[in-house]
């Protein structure tokens, strides 16, 4: 009842910027979290950053001071800016949310993943 899906990826040059949306849609009562993980292939998808309702925001260590989340609550929106991109930051990025749909089940929501690809 819940959909997630990705916007913004693409290939970009080290150093650039990039910045992905997350347009969650359905019978929505309330998301709780919105966040932004990545995974590569052999390796297991870790957190990027996190938000909640109530606009507390998580990073990943490593990666505080690039990334910033931000979301809109009118859209149901999150968004991921990414500076002073890595070529270590290419990955797949998916968009997860924290959910309860109007008359359903609080659950864990995914979107499809949106490729990054930083290089030169």
């Known amino acids: 009842q819940v959909q997630l899906v990705e916007s913004g990826g693409g290939l970009v040059q080290p150093g650039g910027s990039l910045r992905l949306s997350c347009a969650a849609s359905?019978?929505?009562?309330?998301?709780?979290?919105m966040g932004w993980y990545r995974q590569t292939p052999g390796n297991q998808r870790e957190l990027v950053a996190s938000?909640?309702?109530?606009?507390?925001?998580n990073y990943a260590g490593s990666l505080e001071g690039r990334f910033t989340i931000s979301r809109d609550f009118a859209k149901n929106t999150a968004y991921l800016q990414m500076n002073s991109l890595k070529p270590e930051d290419t990955a797949v990025y998916y968009c997860?949310?924290?959910?309860?749909?109007?008359?359903?089940?609080?659950?864990?929501?995914w979107g499809q993943g949106t490729q990054v690809t930083v290089s030169a």
């Open positions: 997860n949310a924290d959910a309860a749909p109007a008359f359903g089940l609080r659950s864990d929501y």
């Open positions: 359905g019978n929505i009562a309330i998301i709780y979290t």
């Open positions: 938000i909640t309702i109530g606009g507390s925001t």
